[in-house]
Structures are given as C-alpha cells and as structure tokens.
T-cell receptor
C-alpha cells in the first residue's frame, strides 16, 4: 500500500530564516506530487505540483520554491520566511496521469509558525 | 472558472442525529470529478469519495451517503446517526481535465455527546 510522509510535523521559525519541508511517498512510482498551504481556519491553496523529476509548476507567486530531486521526494523551500508563510502545509500525491484528475492522497502535514 | 461553494461554515448536532453537508459547484466542463475529504483535528485530509460527472447514482457507505444531482450542480453528503468521531472539517472538491483541484472552504461539523 502507498504511504506518504512529511517532516517535520511542527516547526517554529523566525522571520527571515530559511525553510525546508520534505515529503516522500512510498509504494508507488512516478506519482504526481503537490504542495498545498492551509492558513488557519481557511481552505486549501495549491502552491506547486510536479509531474516528474525536476518538473515543477508554480500556482501562486510567492517567496516559496519547490524541488523534486527524486521520483518520490518533493521539497518545499524558502530562503527567507515571512510572517505570512505561517500555516499548515500539506503534501499530496496522485497516480501519474496527464490530465491530473485522479484522487489526491494527503500526508499528515507540517504546522509552520513564523515568529 | 471553476468554483465550489460550501455555504455551511459550521454545523453542530447532537450524537445520533442525521446531518447533511451541502456542496454546490460551478464548471463549464462536461467531464469532471467531485470529491469529499474529511479533515479531523489531527490535520490530515482523508479521502472519502470520488464521483465522475457521468455517474449520478447515489452512493452509500455505512453511515455515509452522497447525493449527486447535475441538474442543481450539487454533491451533498449525509451522515446518518452521527457520532462524536465524525467531528471534523469536511471539504468538497472539484477537478476537470487540465485543471487543478478546486476545494470548497470547508464545513466544520461538531457532533456533541
């Protein structure tokens, strides 16, 4: 069966510090991968998605970036965090399909607080 | 543009009551997929159901049932005999070919003992 891991589970960082969140998927090959952010009490916002190694699509302009160095690894980064980057970050995967309409399965999430 | 509306921000019910969560969507695509996810206090989104636009059959899974009506662009979710463990935020979502997932704002369900 497939599983998706995210770490760290919780992170408190000062404004201006760098960020690296990691997501890995097990039990499947060539998945589509996604990063979402959920602000407190709000819905989900798609940040990035990837259909393959090194292929990243950005949905929202911001100071965050994403990378996919390996097939089942997806990393969310920032060089300098802003207060507005606080939130709950969710990684998701779906089967590799060109149209990206398959079910997305989510990881446990990372709670980020920027002070 | 695609849009998902969940007009109920918060719902509170007493255990064993039935509760229906509403979802209304907008899309110009003729082929699309609708989803429901559950987000318990732990935060992880749990997939509940996926329905394509050509399948309007209602579905029942245990205490859960879903009513898909294309005529009213609705995909409502009913929990029968609610339990405290059903307390969570529930998201309805829509996706069409070549598009990204569009999530509704969510409905927070509180089931009181």
């Amino acid at each position: 069966s497939q599983t998706i891991h995210q770490w760290p589970a919780t992170l408190v960082q000062p404004v201006g510090s760098p960020l690296s969140l990691e997501c890995t998927v097990e039990g499947t090959s060539n998945p589509n991968l996604y990063w979402y952010r959920q602000a407190a009490g709000r819905g989900l916002q798609l940040l990035f998605y990837s259909v393959g190694i090194g292929q990243i699509s950005s949905e929202v302009p911001q100071n965050l970036s994403a990378s996919r160095p390996q097939d089942r690894q997806f990393i969310l980064s920032s060089k300098k965090l802003l207060l507005s980057d606080s939130g709950f970050y969710l990684c998701a995967w779906s089967l590799r399909q060109g149209a990206r309409v398959d079910t997305q399965y989510f990881g446990p999430g990372t709670r980020l607080l920027v002070l | 543009a695609q849009k998902v509306t969940q007009a109920q921000t918060e719902i509170s019910v007493v255990e064993k009551e039935d509760v229906t969560l509403d979802c209304v969507y907008e899309t110009r695509d003729t082929t699309y997929y609708l989803f429901w996810y559950k987000q318990p206090p732990s935060g992880e989104l749990v997939f509940l159901i996926r329905r394509n636009s050509f399948d309007e059959q209602n579905e029942i899974s245990g205490r859960y049932s879903w009513n898909f009506q294309k005529s009213t662009s609705s995909f409502n979710f009913t929990i029968t005999a609610s339990q405290v463990v059903d307390s969570a935020v529930y998201f309805c979502a829509l996706i069409a070919y070549g598009q990204n997932f569009v999530f509704g704002p969510g409905t927070r369900l509180s089931v009181l003992p």
